[in-house]
């Protein structure tokens, strides 16, 4: 009986040691596009404007409750101004979807893919990931904080990496006519 119960005793034990040391498996988390926002807000010498644009999809990726990885898929031609209305707030969407900024009837979607992801915080997470605008990608580091099935992020983008120079002082505009090279992106995702 008791070589019996020992035999037993370390069968359980192995079974539970193998089992813990088992890698564990990743888990995607959908995000919810509807209600997941992306709002940008671009700058100019005396003022700015303040925008949204949509989500297509995106997906978290976790390990034991970690954040390891991600990927979005942004629709370009959704890009609207929250801050006009009327004639200028058409002008404004018109010259930001033509080819002087991000020519949306070429290059539909934006894309970014995280590629690397370290915690900073209990919560908090330092990403870098490939950022995809008018088919040019380039590397971009910020931050994300995650609560529950909510996550948020905001990301300072330079556009002039991405041949987004009208405006530009870099390229030729009058300082009295220029708009700022970065803007930001404000991002609440829900999943």
């Given at each position: 009986?008791?070589?019996?119960?020992?035999?037993?005793?370390?069968?359980?034990?192995?079974?539970?040691?193998?089992?813990?040391?088992?890698?564990?498996?990743g888990e995607?988390?959908?995000?919810?596009?509807?209600?997941?926002?992306?709002?940008?807000?671009?700058?100019?010498?005396?003022?700015?404007?303040?925008?949204?644009?949509?989500?297509?999809?995106?997906?978290?990726?976790?390990?034991?409750?970690?954040?390891?990885?991600?990927?979005?898929?942004?629709?370009?031609?959704?890009?609207?101004?929250?801050?006009?209305?009327?004639?200028?707030?058409?002008?404004?969407?018109?010259?930001?979807?033509?080819?002087?900024?991000?020519?949306?009837?070429?290059?539909?979607?934006?894309?970014?893919?995280?590629?690397?992801?370290?915690?900073?915080?209990?919560?908090?997470?330092?990403?870098?990931?490939?950022?995809?605008?008018?088919?040019?990608?380039?590397?971009?580091?910020?931050?994300?904080?995650?609560?529950?099935?909510?996550?948020?992020?905001?990301?300072k983008i330079?556009?002039?990496?991405?041949?987004?120079?009208?405006?530009?002082?870099?390229?030729?505009?009058?300082?009295?006519?220029?708009?700022?090279?970065?803007?930001?992106?404000?991002?609440?995702?829900?999943?």
């Amino acid at each position: 009986m008791k070589k019996g119960i020992l035999s037993l005793a370390i069968a359980l034990f192995i079974g539970f040691t193998a089992t813990a040391t088992e890698p564990i498996e990743g888990e995607t988390k959908e995000v919810n596009a509807e209600t997941s926002t992306v709002t940008w807000k671009a700058y100019k010498v005396g003022g700015s404007h303040v925008g949204t644009v949509d989500l297509n999809s995106g997906a978290l990726m976790f390990e034991a409750d970690k954040l390891t990885g991600g990927e979005f898929e942004v629709n370009m031609t959704s890009l609207v101004s929250t801050d006009l209305e009327g004639e200028y707030k058409g002008k404004l969407e018109g010259h930001l979807k033509s080819d002087d900024f991000f020519g949306v009837e070429t290059h539909a979607t934006a894309k970014l893919v995280f590629t690397s992801v370290e915690a900073s915080g209990k919560n908090s997470y330092e990403v870098t990931g490939d950022l995809t605008i008018k088919g040019i990608t380039k590397p971009v580091t910020f931050d994300v904080s995650i609560y529950g099935s909510k996550a948020t992020a905001t990301l300072k983008i330079d556009r002039t990496n991405y041949d987004v120079k009208y405006g530009s002082t870099l390229f030729g505009a009058a300082a009295d006519k220029a708009i700022y090279d970065e803007f930001d992106l404000v991002v609440d995702l829900e999943f």
